[in-house]
């Protein structure tokens, strides 16, 4: 349940705390997404694949769970 604020610094909160995780979670997925193809740009790692493979998924996991809370906007508690 989704409770709207009436007062402006809650609303300036909600959109500042929403930026932030669309910000975050874009930045996440954009290091997941290097992470996948560094090979393909002439980098390597001393990490196994599976290990790099493993971050990239929870990379993209948190990355779309933070582009998440930031749409649902569900900061406050009842």
Known sequence: MNIEPTDRKAKNYI???SILDYGMGAIII???AFFAF???F???FTITPAFRYAFVALCVIYGAFRMYR???KNY???
């Open 30 to 32: 954009g290091f997941g």
């Open 15 to 17: 959109l500042r705390r």
């Open 42 to 44: 002439g980098i390597s």
């Open 38 to 40: 560094a090979e393909r």
């Open 70 to 72: 930031g749409y649902k």
């Open 76 to 78: 406050f508690s009842e």
